[in-house]
């Protein structure tokens, strides 16, 4: 499989054009596994659009040599990175979430404003669970305690 970081010289050699792609992928600020990722997925997105003009036939062929297929081109599969600013920026839309819920925006009512705080809690699990277990764990307990309120809620 094409991987588009091993696999750079080979790409830049045809595509000069994605330099400022790789330039992005290199210099992403503050969270940069998900910015990295994001521009990772602009540069596979811009790859296949090239890749897929008749004029490149030859260089589709070339890179995708072999039983590869361009549903196989994707970004280098990476694992996760912890990272604080995203596990604080989860918590915190969980928190507004969570405080819509109270004012009244529930499920009942066909709001997913509470969904979106349990998946937020999730996402904030995720982030924190390689740098921080015990915080991860308590993140954890506090979406399964409201899963629960959730389910007791609803049995009545």
Known sequence: ???????????????????????????????????????????????REELSKPENAELRSAFMSGNISMAKFTPESVDRESCMFCFEKHMAKALVLLKEVEAGYTPDKGYPHLWLALGNLSEAEDEIIKEDKEMAQRVRQLRRKITMEISIATDD
């Open 1 to 47: 499989m094409l991987n588009i970081q091993k696999d750079k010289e080979a790409i830049l050699e045809k595509f000069p054009q994605f330099e400022s792609f790789y330039h992005d992928i290199e210099k992403a600020p503050s969270c940069k596994s998900c910015l990295r990722r994001k521009h990772e997925r602009m540069l596979v997105k811009a790859l």
